[in-house]
């Protein structure tokens, strides 16, 4: 117990400290992250269609690479707690080689229309899905959804029926949706940034001049994990355009005293700090379901956000290491007991464009309603969801397209982008 203490009296020291920097206001800032200067003339707006390809001599290094994988040989019994097991690696790599059909997987990814345009100097690509029927009368609604690492595009694949057709799949259509998933610069098919300093707030931007070239002055924003940030600060960039936002992850890093002093009570009194029943199952304790998940979890983001170039050169030289690395998120991300299976910042102004936030039991850090609503000061919704984890869209796409539908419903029903700021 005193050992919690002094760790947690730690963590409310250093937070405090570090969130003592005075906010700034974020505004639109177009960039430059394509290769050499920036040219005189200006940007074409070409949009043009995408389609996924493999060729034969792709495959056939691909193979080669998969028959060379050298494995190491797991810990006994050590499951998925050191990351991915080898034994069950060796099973994914055969089945990768022998059984996976690479001809009905590119048809799967091509299903849905995909584009490509330049933005801020690099090629940005995107599935923008639109709705096959409309009831007379109805219009669609332009929604944005954000993937995140280690995700991409394709997380939103089961999903974008469920709300560009609602009707369809047993759900009601008085909202029906627009979709435009675009991959983040560096993820997918998207180019990746060629100068340094390209953050949230630089996709943020690109991803409104997209919305901006597609006709959409006004739109709704999804997304968790990097989508979450992304679209919050979409939110903070553009907030007269944004209709409203819906978030599957809603994280707090610039805390508040008040935050800080509920991890140390709010177990005791939660009542105190606006805590429900449920929050404090998922909060506490704190020592273990906080901080130590925070730093068994993490590793990966050190490395990752000081030395990509390092742990790049060997992901991208070889698919077995790079599916250990994404395989071992999904299984721990989905839900952290998976590891005993062998298969197993940026802070700155309020949001206050309307917001919903689906909260899944099994996502990597749990924030409750009380925290989030300090930062997105118009929460419409927050409901904790019944069961799902970090990839809410891919796990859970009825759930998390039922939250998004019963949000919209409230924004639109009491025109909520209206009232944003009063």
């Given at each position: 117990m005193l050992l919690e203490i002094l760790l947690i009296l730690g963590t409310i020291i250093f937070y405090f400290l570090r969130s003592r920097k005075k906010e700034e206001t974020l505004s639109f800032k177009e960039g430059w992250w394509g290769r050499g200067q920036k040219p005189d003339t200006e940007e074409d707006a070409t949009i043009w269609p995408f389609k996924v390809e493999t060729t034969e001599k792709d495959l056939s290094d691909l193979y080669r690479r998969l028959d060379e994988a050298r494995f190491t040989e797991p810990l006994e019994d050590s499951c998925f707690h050191y990351?991915?097991?080898?034994v069950y690696l060796r099973k994914v790599v055969s089945y990768w080689k022998n059984q996976f059909n690479w001809k009905k997987q590119v048809?799967?990814?091509?299903?849905y229309p995909q584009f490509k345009t330049k933005i801020q100097g690099i090629d940005i690509h995107f599935v923008h899905v639109k709705p096959p029927c409309l009831p007379e009368g109805q219009s669609a609604k332009p929604l944005l959804m954000v993937h995140g690492w280690p995700g991409s595009f394709y997380e939103f694949y089961k999903i974008i029926p469920l709300l560009t057709d609602p009707a369809s799949h047993g759900l009601s259509d008085e909202h029906i949706f627009e979709v435009i998933c675009p991959s983040i610069p560096g993820y997918g098919f998207s180019e990746a940034p060629h100068k340094k300093g390209f953050n949230s707030v630089s996709a943020a931007s690109v991803f409104y001049e997209l919305m901006l070239r597609l006709?959409?002055?006004e739109f709704y924003a999804q997304g968790g994990d990097w989508g979450w940030l992304i679209c919050t600060n979409?939110?903070?960039?553009?907030p007269n355009h944004l209709r409203g936002l819906h978030l599957n992850l809603a994280s707090v890093t610039n805390m508040g005293f008040t935050h800080l002093l509920s991890i140390l009570l709010g177990r005791y009194l939660p009542g105190l700090f606006g805590?429900?029943?449920e929050d404090v199952r998922r909060m506490f304790p704190f020592l273990k379901k906080g901080l130590y998940r925070i730093l068994s979890e993490s590793g990966y983001a050190h490395i990752q956000a000081t030395k990509p170039d390092t742990v790049g050169c060997g992901l991208n030289d070889s698919p077995v290491g790079l599916a250990a690395y994404i395989l071992e998120k999904f299984s721990t991300w989905t839900d952290l007991e998976f590891r005993n299976l062998e298969d197993g910042g940026l802070e700155r102004l309020p949001v206050q464009v309307p917001t919903g936030i689906a909260s899944f039991p099994n996502e990597v850090m749990h924030t409750p309603q009380a925290w989030a609503q300090k930062k997105?000061?118009?929460i419409v919704s927050f409901h904790l969801m019944p069961k799902g984890g970090h990839f809410a869209a891919l796990e859970e796409p009825e759930l998390l397209a039922e939250d998004i539908l019963q949000f919209v419903g409230k924004v639109e029903k009491e025109q909520l982008w209206r009232k944003k700021g009063e």
């Open positions: 990351g991915t097991n080898s048809e799967i990814l091509n299903k006709g959409f002055s979409l939110a903070q960039i553009a805590f429900q029943e997105y000061t118009n």
